[in-house]
C-alpha cells in the first residue's frame, strides 16, 4: 500500500487565486509528521511547511496553510493568492517510526502546478 | 551555514560501467538520506544512515548498489554496474534528527545518464 498518494499528477491555477493540493497518507504510527515541499524545474527541493500529528493547530507559513484532517488521514497543502512563480512540483512527504534519527521519511508521487497569469 | 553538497552533479556513463556520488551533510547533522528520483516521479528512499550506521536500506538494490558513511559524516554511494533504468537525479538530505519536526536539506542531486 502506498505511504503517501497525491491524486493530482497536475493542476492549473489562475495567478491571485488559492489552490488545494491533496495528500492522503497510510500509517498505524500514533507518532509522525507531515511536510510538504516544492521542486521548481530547477531540481532543488524546498521546504515549505510541517503538522506534526499531535499538532492541535493547522500549520501556517505564510501563504502556505496545511489543512490538516487526522481522521480522514488528510494533509492538504493550501496556497493563496498563486504567483507566477509558484510553478513548480510539490511533494508531500511523512515522517514516520521511533525517535531521532530512525524515522524514515516517505514522499509522494507529486502534484506539478501551473500558475496561469 | 554551509547546505549539503553533492558531487558531480552530472554524469553519463554507459551501462555496465561503476559510477559514485558523494555527499556531504550539514555540519551536525546525524542523519543522512539518498533519495532516486526517477523523471516525473518523486523521491524514492534507497538508503538511510544515522551516523554511520544504516537505518534502512530495503530499497536499495544490494546487488548493484552500495552506500557507506564511514566516518559519520559524508558518504559515498556506488552502483556497478549501471543499468538504463538507473537513469535519474540522485538526491542526498540531511537532518539533524533531534527534533520531531526537523526538516530534511537537501543537496542539488546528482543527475546520473546511463546510455
Known amino acids: 500500500a502506498q505511504k503517501i498518494t497525491q491524486t493530482q499528477p497536475g493542476m492549473f491555477v489562475q495567478e491571485k487565486e488559492a489552490v488545494t493540493l491533496d495528500c492522503t497518507y497510510d500509517t498505524s504510527d500514533p507518532s509522525y509528521g507531515l511536510f510538504w515541499y516544492k521542486q521548481p524545474s530547477s531540481g532543488e527541493m524546498i521546504f515549505l511547511i510541517y503538522q506534526g500529528s499531535y499538532d492541535q493547530q493547522n500549520a501556517t507559513e505564510g501563504r502556505y496553510s496545511l489543512n490538516f484532517q487526522k481522521a480522514r488521514k488528510s494533509a492538504n497543502l493550501v496556497i493563496s493568492a498563486s504567483q507566477l512563480g509558484d510553478s513548480a512540483m510539490y511533494f508531500c512527504?511523512?515522517?514516520?517510526?521511533?525517535?531521532?534519527?530512525?524515522?524514515?521519511?516517505?514522499f509522494g508521487t507529486g502534484t506539478k502546478l501551473q500558475v496561469i497569469p | 551555514e554551509a547546505g549539503v553538497a553533492q558531487s558531480p552533479r552530472y554524469k553519463i556513463i554507459e551501462k555496465r560501467q561503476s559510477v559514485a556520488f558523494w555527499c556531504n551533510p550539514i555540519s551536525g547533522h546525524a542523519t543522512l538520506y539518498w533519495y532516486q528520483q526517477i523523471l516525473g516521479q518523486g523521491p524514492k528512499l534507497l538508503i538511510q544512515f544515522q551516523n554511520n550506521g544504516v537505518v534502512d536500506d530495503s530499497q536499495l538494490p544490494k546487488d548493484r548498489f552500495s552506500a557507506e558513511r564511514l566516518k559519520g559524516v559524508d558518504s559515498t554511494l556506488k552502483i556497478q554496474p549501471a543499468k538504463l533504468e538507473d537513469s535519474a537525479v540522485y538526491l542526498c538530505a540531511s537532518r539533524h534528527s533531534v527534533a520531531a519536526n526537523e526538516k530534511l536539506f537537501f543537496g542539488s542531486g546528482t543527475q546520473l545518464s546511463v546510455l
Open positions: 512527504a511523512m515522517r514516520e517510526g521511533p525517535g531521532g534519527g530512525y524515522q524514515k521519511v516517505t
